[in-house]
C-alpha cells in the first residue's frame, strides 16, 4: 500500500499526498517508532519499497500499521508550507464539505481533530464562518481518526492564509410565532429559573449555607400564614353558622 493507493481509495478523500522527500527524512518520523506496530514494514510499505514475502494475515496487521503511521505522518505534514498548500487547494475546491448552516451560505469546511493521541475521537469539520465543528456526513469519512489532521491545523491555516478567513456574521436565526418574535425576556427568564433550581439542588446536597435556603424557609412560612388564616376565616364562618341557626 503505496501513499498513492492510500489516497486512491474511498473515504481517504481528506488526505493530501505526502511528499517522498518528507517520508524519508527520518526527523520527520520522531517518535512514532514507539507508537505504530511493525513501524519498518509499515514505513517501506509507505514507500513503496516493501519487498517481503508474508502471509495474508501478516500482511494485514502490516497494512493496518502502514495506514495509522501515514496518518500519523499526515498530521505533521499537513502544518508545513508544502502541506498547507495542498490543503488549501482542497479547501477551495469544497472537498471537505460544506457548512450545514443556512446563514454560513455553504461555507466550505475544513477536517481537524478535537485530540492529538491517537483513537480518542474521529475527525471533524469546522466551519471559519459560524466557528463551530461538525459531523462529517459519510460513515467513511466519519470512521477517520481525528489525530491525522489534529487540532492545531485548521487555525495555522487561517494564520498563513488570513485572506482565505470569511467574514463573520452577526445574523442568527429568530424564532416567531405568526410572524411575531417570541419574547426574549420570558425565555430567558425561565432559563435563568431552571439554572436557579439545579443550583439550588446541587448546592442543598453538598451542605452548603446560601441565601437560596433563607429564601425557601421565608416561602414557607408565607404559606403557613395563608394556610393560618384561611383556618381562621373558616373558624368565624362555622361560628356565625351556628349562632344563626340557634336563632331560628
Known amino acids: 500500500m503505496s501513499g498513492s493507493c492510500f489516497l486512491s481509495s474511498r473515504g481517504n478523500e481528506y488526505f493530501c499526498e505526502i511528499d517522498e522527500d518528507y517520508l524519508t527524512d527520518r526527523f520527520n518520523l520522531t517518535g512514532l517508532n514507539t507508537e505504530v506496530q511493525y513501524y519498518q514494514y509499515a514505513l517501506d510499505l509507505v514507500t513503496d519499497v516493501f519487498d517481503m514475502e508474508v502471509d495474508d494475515d501478516m500482511r494485514e496487521h502490516i497494512e493496518k500499521s502502514a495506514r495509522h503511521l501515514y496518518g500519523l505522518v499526515h498530521a505533521r505534514y499537513i502544518v508545513t508550507t508544502r502541506g498547507l498548500a495542498k490543503m488549501l487547494e482542497k479547501f477551495k475546491n469544497g472537498v471537505f464539505g460544506k457548512c450545514p448552516r443556512v446563514i454560513c451560505e455553504s461555507q466550505h469546511l475544513l477536517p481537524m481533530g478535537q485530540h492529538d493521541i491517537p483513537n480518542m475521537s474521529n475527525v471533524k469539520l469546522y466551519c471559519a464562518k459560524c466557528e463551530d465543528i461538525y459531523n462529517p456526513k459519510s460513515s467513511r469519512h466519519n470512521s477517520i481518526d481525528?489525530?491525522?489532521?489534529?487540532?492545531?491545523?485548521?487555525?495555522?491555516?487561517?494564520?498563513?492564509?488570513?485572506?482565505?478567513?470569511?467574514?463573520?456574521?452577526?445574523?442568527?436565526?429568530?424564532?416567531?410565532?405568526?410572524?411575531?418574535?417570541?419574547?426574549?425576556?420570558?425565555?430567558?427568564m425561565r432559563w435563568q429559573e431552571e439554572k436557579r433550581e439545579e443550583m439550588k439542588d446541587r448546592l442543598k446536597a453538598r451542605g452548603i449555607e446560601t441565601g437560596f435556603e433563607d429564601e425557601d424557609d421565608e416561602d414557607l412560612d408565607d404559606e403557613s400564614d395563608i394556610d393560618e388564616e384561611q383556618a381562621s376565616q373558616e373558624g368565624i364562618d362555622d361560628m356565625f353558622e351556628g349562632n344563626a341557626q340557634r336563632v331560628r
Do not use: C, D, W
Not at 156 to 182: C, D, H, N, S
Open 146 to 188: 481525528g489525530a491525522y489532521f489534529g487540532t492545531s491545523f485548521q487555525n495555522i491555516l487561517f494564520q498563513i492564509y488570513p485572506a482565505m478567513l470569511p467574514q463573520k456574521t452577526q445574523r442568527r436565526y429568530e424564532p416567531r410565532i405568526y410572524g411575531f418574535r417570541v419574547h426574549a425576556s420570558g425565555a430567558l
